[in-house]
């Protein structure tokens, strides 16, 4: 079963500018996340997904982040513009809603590592 | 509210020797799941146990072991014998049982040297 895929896995960009990541979950997971994970600390949920629904985006800033998941498969999360402090790890993680006992665990993608200039 | 705590941030010792890294967890519900995920140098985070909150039985994985503990709110992880391999930060994660959301502890960095 392949896992979580994410891209790209690297992006340097400078300040004020856009950048956007990609995630595909595990076939068949109906939930999906975004997190930031800041060098040294652990991750912090941005946004949630049950399907293309969003179930959780209290802690995204909205001002400058947005996300989509459309038909419920693939997404995308946005930044516009960028400032230093969002150099980080985005992970993007998905978990099953409907195999029980797996589905109460997150599996993870490799993550996109951004460096703001 | 629920909180995860790993208080050790950063752990070293010599190839072969047992290590324990702590987890202690706050949660008002009755109902839930633990976590430990392991995040190699590559970034990405390696699922490696779950645990309910029924189930206190402790856990043995090869060189690796869990013990959760209720009365304490801990849920502990030894490696034994511990490889160069086991380098890596180790994160603990708490889920409550009613709501599909994570909470993460801060991670320990585990440095085993040859």
């Known amino acids: 079963e392949a896992g979580v895929a994410q891209s790209p896995r690297y992006k340097i960009i400078e300040k004020r500018q856009s950048v956007a990541f990609w995630c595909n979950p595990i076939?068949?997971?109906?939930?999906l996340y975004w997190y930031q994970q800041i060098l040294g600390q652990g991750p912090k949920l941005l946004i949630q997904?049950?399907?293309?629904?969003?179930?959780?985006d209290s802690q995204l800033p909205k001002d400058r982040f947005s996300a989509e998941r459309l038909k419920g498969v693939d997404s995308t999360l946005k930044i516009q513009p960028a400032k230093l402090e969002d150099s980080a790890v985005y992970l993007c993680?998905?978990?099953?809603?409907?195999?029980?006992?797996?589905?109460?665990?997150?599996?993870f993608g490799p993550g996109t590592r951004l460096t703001v200039l | 509210a629920q909180k995860v705590t790993q208080a050790q941030t950063e752990i070293s010792v010599v190839e072969k020797e047992d290590v324990t890294l702590d987890c202690v967890y706050e949660?008002?519900?009755?109902?839930?799941?633990l976590f430990w995920y392991k995040q190699p140098p590559s970034g990405e985070l390696v699922f490696l146990i779950r645990?309910?909150?029924?189930?206190?039985q402790n856990e043995i994985s090869g060189r690796y072991s869990w013990n959760f503990q209720k009365s304490t709110s801990s849920f502990n992880f030894t490696i034994t014998a511990s490889q160069v391999v086991d380098s890596a930060v180790y994160f603990c994660?708490?889920?409550?049982?009613?709501?599909?959301?994570?909470?993460f502890g801060s991670g320990t960095k585990l440095n085993v040297k040859p």
């Open positions: 993680a998905s978990s099953s809603a409907t195999t029980s006992g797996s589905r109460y665990t997150q599996y």
């Open positions: 994660a708490l889920r409550i049982y009613n709501f599909n959301k994570f909470y």
């Open positions: 645990r309910n909150s029924f189930d206190e």
């Open positions: 997904f049950q399907n293309n629904g969003v179930v959780d």
């Open positions: 949660t008002r519900d009755t109902t839930y799941y």
């Open positions: 076939s068949g997971h109906a939930t």
